[in-house]
């Protein structure tokens, strides 16, 4: 954590939720999550807890870590079927801090990354979470966007090719060249670009460290978490995502799937499963899924290469500056895609 709250800002917490009905009295406040992209607190005057999300310190990426965008977001699923918590306020640039904020329910549950919680270990339990996280995914996908009201918030067509384009650019040569170590994969990618398989509202980041569980028998989600990265684009991303971020016993673990090792556990759903329960759920064509978790893999393996540039430049975090991080992500990539290791 690089941040936290001083006596000034607390105080002036205190009244914005006063203010709004929300809490009252003296607050205490806790960092939670991994702190390496918006931070999240637990705040609490001794009766209520809530969430508060705020973006990372600066220097901030032009156009990342959007909390009012992402406030609507979460608030345009409320009862869409899609658990979400409840956004209670918005807090806009000089509310309380110098940036802007917002302020949802707290949901109780664990969230789960390297190990299954007691209550939920039996193996029926762990095959109802891992069946609850893709359905909630194929839940997610057929949201009506428009009617939610979130039709502005990206541009569906061309989603694929734009994206590629868009992402590659962060670690791209003046000439638009990629890094070596990147050029096969980003000629197999370009060279196999599918059309879009539909439009839907996708996470981004969708994996099993990003919901939050039932905190009791059968598995089931209560919320999900981390909305920023959301946008409207391919539904088939989202599920190429969670594939990746999905560990598979005996493989080589990319950094996300170390986050998510606790589906190593007996009783999880294998990717295969997972796969098809979604195709079942959504007649989706999964014929071109390789291209979107490599495509996923690669995107990952950029951002993690911009962080680690950041971090050598002295900015940014410095968990990102370790080149091995970006190695394992291109490593998985190429694999996805049948193409022999990289040597660069």
């Known amino acids: 954590m690089t941040w936290e709250w001083t006596p000034d800002t607390l105080g002036a917490l205190e009244s914005f939720l006063r203010d709004r009905g929300i809490t009252e009295g003296p607050l205490t406040t806790a960092g939670i999550g991994d702190g390496h992209s918006n931070l999240t607190f637990l ?15 600066p220097p901030i990426p032009p156009g990342a870590h959007d909390m009012l965008r992402e406030a609507r977001l979460v608030g345009g699923l409320a009862g869409s079927g899609v658990p979400v918590a409840d956004v209670l306020a918005v807090g806009q640039t000089g509310d309380v801090l110098d940036v802007p904020f917002y302020v949802m329910d707290y949901v109780a549950g664990p969230v789960v990354t390297t190990e299954t919680p007691s209550a ?4 029926a339990d762990r095959r109802r979470i891992g069946e609850a996280l893709i359905d909630t995914l194929a839940a997610l ?14 541009r569906p067509e061309g989603f694929n090719e734009r994206h590629l384009r868009r992402m590659g650019r962060l670690v791209a040569a003046e000439d638009g060249t990629p890094p070596p170590e990147f050029a096969d994969i980003d000629a197999w990618l370009g060279a196999n670009v599918p059309a ?20 009791d028998s059968p598995g089931r989600i209560a919320a999900v978490l981390d909305w920023e990265l959301a946008t409207i684009g391919d539904p088939l991303f989202d599920l190429g995502y969670f594939l990746a971020s999905y560990p598979v016993v005996g493989e080589e673990r990319t950094p996300t799937e170390d986050l998510g090792t606790a589906v190593l556990e007996d009783g999880y759903p294998t990717r295969d499963e997972l796969a098809q329960r979604y195709a079942a759920a959504t ?10 978790t490599a495509l996923a893999l690669w995107k990952l393996a950029v951002l993690y290469e911009y962080g680690r540039r950041r971090a050598v430049a002295g900015v940014g975090d410095q968990y990102y500056r370790d080149e091995a991080l970006v190695r394992s992500f291109l490593d998985a990539a190429h694999r996805t895609a049948e193409l022999a290791p990289s040597v660069v």
Do not use: F, K, M, T
């Open 196 to 215: 879009e398989s539909g439009a839907a509202i996708i996470h981004n980041d969708y994996r099993i460290g990003n919901v939050i569980l039932a905190p």
């Open 120 to 123: 939920l270990s039996a193996p």
């Open 43 to 57: 705040v609490s005057d001794g009766v209520r807890q809530v969430i508060v999300r705020r973006p990372p310190p």
């Open 141 to 154: 996908h057929a949201v009506d966007w428009q009617a939610a009201g979130l039709g502005d918030l990206g």
């Open 283 to 292: 007649g989706a064509d999964l014929s071109n899924l390789n291209w979107y």
